[in-house]
């Protein structure tokens, strides 16, 4: 194998190292590093493939080391972050369901899930341009950002504040919900644009660069708050945008 197919293959294994940091750092109770973690491996995840494109180093082996890397970093991790916020909430709840520790069991929902979409992905010849169901990053990246919504962002200065989203992803109801609501958009035919960029014009593009210059804006208005709404517009620009998927 020539030189320029580890390129990318690195750049896939700080993905899964990410993924795996994740996990043990909310083994050790950190949950902020743990959703930290999880978004490092996005980045890592964007890169690799952004590198494979450039130095035309596609390979099986980068595609299966790709599959393996997002099963951990995008369907355990953020599953156990889930797992973990759930179980914090079941003790002061006077739900039946959490009195009895089950609302915590939704959270395999998404490694289940996860799974079943990678897998769909890997031979579904239908989503080389754009994707059917929530790609795992994507889903990954809206409930990492829930602890950082909780946790720091009061900490944080932001033009506007959205106190209510703490109270709100506090909520152990709510997280279950929406953990199977995401966990069914991971292995639904629901067709979603990729963000990826094979050039820079604008009508190639128009989708993407909405999402982006919206996330920038957000972004600076609300800070961490922005995180998880950023995902829903994704879903939002998706749905406007069928026709053109």
Not at 70 to 78: E, K, L, Q, R
Not at 102 to 112: D, N, Q
Not at 222 to 228: G, I, T
Request: with cysteine; glycine share 4%; net charge positive.
């Amino acid at each position: 194998m020539k030189f320029k197919y580890y390129i990318p293959n690195s750049v896939t294994l700080l993905n899964l190292a990410s993924g795996v940091l994740s996990i043990t750092s909310m083994m050790s109770g950190q949950v902020v590093w743990a959703a930290a973690f999880i978004f490092f491996a996005a980045l890592f995840d964007f890169l690799d493939g952004m590198l494979a494109r450039l130095l035309d180093a596609r390979s099986e082996l980068g595609k299966q080391l790709d599959s393996l890397a997002d099963m951990v970093s995008f369907g355990v991790a953020p599953g156990i972050i889930v797992f973990n916020l759930l179980s914090a909430n079941c003790a002061a709840s006077c739900n039946a369901l959490d009195r009895m520790h089950i609302t915590p069991y939704f959270a395999l929902l998404i490694p289940i899930c996860s799974a079943i979409r990678l897998g769909k992905f890997n031979i579904d010849l239908r989503q080389e341009v754009n994707f059917i169901g929530l790609p795992t990053p994507a889903n990954a990246i809206f409930f990492a950002s829930i602890p950082l919504v909780i946790f720091l962002q009061p900490h944080l200065y932001s033009v506007i504040r959205l106190d209510f989203m703490t109270d709100f992803f506090s909520n152990s109801r709510v997280i279950a919900l929406l953990t199977v609501f995401f966990s069914y958009l991971l292995i639904s035919d629901f067709k979603i644009f990729s963000i990826k960029f094979k050039t820079t014009g604008w009508a190639e593009n128009k989708k993407s660069y909405i999402l982006l210059i919206s996330s920038v804006i957000l972004l600076l208005l609300f800070s961490l708050d922005a995180l998880p709404v950023i995902i829903l517009l994704y879903l939002m620009l998706s749905l406007g945008f069928q026709r053109q998927i």
